[in-house]
């Protein structure tokens, strides 16, 4: 069975760096296309990053280009988010995903999620 499990979630000041990590269990990571959603209170689950299975291609919403990046780190089968310049904006749950199909259709309903971890950002 595939499990994501986030880590990394925090307070951070605004301006300042925080990472997230996403394990993957049950499959390799390069089994999948992976990325990074999130939701903020009262908003809708917005698409962040996602990052193809061979980690060749990546894909980021136009509010987190340039200050955010995805990477897949197969050794450890992990997916990892570098966020910098955190802004209070960002603040959100932060969401792993998983798919099997293409890194551009990431976040269907029939995708692997995680339970979510907590960034927020004070100003």
């Known amino acids: 069975q595939v499990q994501l499990v986030e880590s990394g979630g925090g307070l951070v000041q605004a301006g300042g760096p925080l990472s997230l990590s996403c394990a993957v269990s049950?499959?390799?990571?390069?089994?999948?296309?992976m990325g990074w959603f999130r939701q903020a209170p009262g908003k809708e689950r917005e698409f962040v990053a996602s990052?193809?299975?061979?980690?060749?291609?990546?894909h980021y919403a136009d509010s987190v280009k340039g200050r955010f990046t995805v990477s897949s780190y197969n050794a450890k089968n992990t997916v990892l988010l570098q966020m910098n310049s955190l802004q209070p904006e960002d603040t959100a749950v932060y969401y792993c995903?998983?798919?099997?199909?293409?890194?551009?259709?990431?976040?269907?309903?029939?995708?692997?999620w995680g339970q979510g971890t907590q960034v927020t950002v004070s100003s």
């Open positions: 995903a998983a798919t099997v199909r293409d890194y551009r259709l990431l976040g269907g309903r029939n995708d692997y």
């Open positions: 990052i193809s299975s061979s980690g060749s291609n990546t």
């Open positions: 049950g499959r390799t990571v390069r089994s999948f296309a």
